[in-house]
C-alpha cells in the first residue's frame, strides 16, 4: 500500500499488545476528532492486537480513520490478509510507517 498524504493534522495510534486496543484506538481517534475535526488518524496494529482485526464484521471506522495492520506481524502469526474485517487496509512494516509519519510531523500515541 501507498504511503497516505502526510499533513501537520496527523496522529498515529499504535495498537499493539491485545485485541481489545484496536476498539480503544478507534474511541481515542473518535475523541481526538471530536476536538479537531480536521485530524486524521492512522491505527497502526501490530502483535497480539492483530487478532482484533481479524473476522467478517465490519469495523466501525469513522471518517478520517484508517486503520492499518501490519503485514510483518500478520506473517508472524499466520494471519492472511484475506482474514482481515473488512476496510482495514495492510502496511508492509509498522515500524516504517511510524517512524515516516513520525519524520512528517505526525503525532505518536501507543494504546
Do not use: F, W
Not at 23 to 37: C, G, H, V, Y
Not at 90 to 107: D, F, K, N, R, Y
Amino acid at each position: 500500500m501507498a504511503m497516505a498524504h502526510q499533513t501537520s493534522k496527523e496522529v498515529i495510534l499504535h495498537a499493539s499488545d491485545e485485541a481489545g486496543d484496536v476498539q480503544r484506538a478507534i474511541e481515542a481517534a473518535n475523541t481526538l476528532r471530536a476536538t479537531d475535526p480536521e485530524l486524521e488518524a492512522r491505527i497502526i496494529v501490530t502483535g497480539p492486537a492483530l487478532s482484533g482485526l481479524t473476522g467478517h464484521d465490519g469495523l466501525e471506522i469513522p471518517e478520517g480513520v484508517q486503520v492499518e495492520a501490519c503485514r510483518i506481524g500478520m506473517g508472524r502469526r499466520g494471519i492472511a490478509e484475506q482474514e482481515l474485517r473488512p476496510s482495514v487496509q495492510t502496511t508492509p512494516s509498522a515500524v516504517v510507517t511510524i517512524v515516516q509519519a513520525q519524520s512528517a510531523g505526525a503525532a505518536y500515541v501507543r494504546i
